[in-house]
């Protein structure tokens, strides 16, 4: 008989060591350095990807938190895992700073414990590629090169729903051609001139395809959604665009998270939460909005308690709003939900009444920034918003100091409904051209009015080298230079036809008249501005 029998021999202390030594290589080569990666400022963000077969009850329930820390300046940034299905989880990261950056995984989850690794974050060569929308007091800022360096940012959102129903359920799960779709919906927006389009989420957060909450029965995000979504937005990201969202709805439609198991701000909306920071938190380029007719469904305590778990859970922060709710805190929008207060309720004004109501509202509070987050959309039924008024709230929203401002169309169906398309987008156009290519809403701008005798509206910044100034139906403008940091260039621009600069030759710092060709609604830009970003 054979006897198979494995014989053994007592360790030595030698072998014990040894063994030990092997045992501890083992788990740092299994757990440790992640290795080097490199990216570019702001785009394309990184991400790793890890095995974690030991997980145990609800994966999206597991926490794990990611820390990276800049070596020069110390900045650093926490986030969390997310899960993405199987035994897979990931984590992402976006350069803030140029340099060298570590990071470490720390989990009660062994396998992803303990990581490790460095990046290497160098310049973007594509210089429409900005990074995070934060604000500076009252004003929108973008951040460019790093995270301090704030330039003035002018947030107005597009609306499409005619041509793209803006319901992230009406985008294909076919992440190619849903990014192309997406690519025509930021054209469109950019030929109406603006560069921040508009995607409605409610329900699909929880099952694509589905916006009520009574027609699904889960409680944990899906993961095509969130596919979907963040296509979206780094498509749009890349173009140079930006995506402003709406999580949710209205409770007539049942499009609110009320019907989620624990409701609003419950176990499952917790866990969304956790997950919408973890997943699309480090991709900068959106915004997010908490829904519509927010008064009839929730309140002010559910709407903080909102914005401060998602803002407490964010690595790379960004502007969150309720309309028609003030959120207590920095990295939220003062946002609100009329057509307009100085009007009897039974006047339907789509918009405010005028330049000095904009003022007032953004006076109001000077710590947060300001959006009107009703949808202004083109001559809705039963409302006066034609293109005049369109192209000249445009313009008083940024004269009174850089209100926030939502346009577009509605379907050309059903009681509530407008015209398409604008029958001058050239108009439009011009308004994003003077603000954003030639990049002249500066963050140290101020009203000062009374700088003009014959009523112009006036944007000056501290050290008297740069002007706007803005006049409807107008062929002068009578204007006090005499504060002005030297002589400088002018040019105007006619508002309402396409984008051309009447140079006006150099001013002199003195009380003038500035003579115009002829009459019409006119912008003047005064000093030498930074360089424009788009063709």
């Given amino acids: 008989m054979i006897d ?26 299994m757990a440790a350095d992640l290795g080097d990666s490199a990216c570019t400022m702001w785009s394309p963000h990184l991400e790793w990807q890890l095995s974690n077969p030991s997980w145990s009850d609800n994966p999206f329930d597991v926490v794990t938190t990611v820390t990276f820390v800049h070596a020069d300046s110390g900045e650093t940034r926490v986030t969390e895992m997310f899960y993405d299905g199987g035994d897979t989880w990931k984590f992402r990261f976006t350069g803030t700073r140029l340099g060298a950056w570590t990071f470490t995984t720390t989990s009660n989850d062994a396998p992803l414990n303990g990581h490790t690794g460095t990046i290497t974050v160098k310049p973007n060569p594509d210089n429409k590629i900005k990074g995070f929308l934060t604000h500076q007091g009252n004003k929108y800022a973008i951040q460019r090169n790093h995270t301090d360096d704030l330039e003035g940012y002018v947030f107005t959102v597009y609306m499409g729903r005619v041509n793209f129903d803006s319901y992230l359920d009406t985008f294909t799960p076919d992440l190619s051609d849903m990014a192309q ?24 957060w929880f099952k694509y395809g589905v916006r009520e909450h009574n027609k699904h029965d889960s409680q944990n995000p899906d993961l095509t959604t969130f596919s979907v979504l963040e296509t979206i937005i780094t498509t749009a ?8 969202l709406w999580a949710w709805g209205d409770e007539s439609r ?22 919408i920071a973890a997943r699309l938190g480090p991709l900068p380029g959106w915004t997010m909005g908490y829904g519509f007719d927010l008064h009839e469904w929730t309140n002010s305590d559910e709407l903080n308690s909102w914005a401060t778990y998602m803002h407490d859970h964010f690595g790379w922060q960004h502007l969150l709003s309720a309309r028609g709710y003030i959120l207590s805190g920095p990295n939220n929008v003062n946002s609100y939900d009329g057509f307009g207060r100085k009007v009897p309720l039974c006047t339907k004004r789509h918009g405010p009444k005028d330049y000095q109501e904009i003022v007032e509202d953004m006076e109001s509070i000077a710590a ?51 015209e398409h398309p604008y029958p001058n987008p050239e108009q439009l156009c011009t308004h994003y051209t003077f603000w954003h290519t030639h990049r002249r809403f500066l963050l140290d701008m101020q009203r000062d009015n009374e700088l003009s005798s014959n009523g112009a509206y006036v944007l000056k910044n501290a050290d008297g080298t740069h002007y706007v100034l803005y006049k409807e139906a107008a062929g002068v ?17 006619d508002t309402k036809k396409a984008y051309a600069e009447v140079d006006l030759g150099t001013l002199k710092p003195t009380d003038q008249t500035i003579k115009l060709p002829f009459s019409s609604d006119w912008a003047i830009a005064v000093g030498e501005y930074p360089a424009a970003i788009r063709p």
Avoid at 188 to 194: C, H, K, P, S
Wanted: aromatic share 12%.
């Fill in 368 to 418: 947060t920034p300001h959006f009107y987050e009703e949808r202004h959309t083109y001559k809705r039924t039963g409302f006066d918003l034609d293109m005049d008024g369109t192209r000249r709230l445009l313009w008083w929203e940024v004269m009174a100091g850089g209100m926030g401002g939502f346009f577009g169309f509605y379907p050309p169906k059903g009681r509530s409904f407008g």
């Fill in 237 to 244: 990201h890349q173009a140079g665009c930006r995506v402003h």
């Fill in 254 to 275: 049942k499009w609110t998270p009320k019907g989620v198991p624990g409701g609003i701000n419950g176990a499952a909306d917790r866990r969304l939460q956790r997950y």
């Fill in 181 to 204: 779709k997406n690519r025509a919906y930021l054209a469109e927006a950019l030929d109406n001139g603006f560069e921040a389009i508009f995607i409605h989420v409610n329900n699909n």
């Fill in 477 to 493: 403008i009578e204007i006090d230079l005499s504060q002005m940091n030297g002589s400088q260039r002018a040019v105007a621009v």
């Fill in 4 to 29: 198979t029998a494995i014989k053994t021999e007592p360790l030595t202390f030698a072998c014990l060591i040894a063994l030990i030594f092997i045992l501890l290589t083992i788990s740092n080569a």
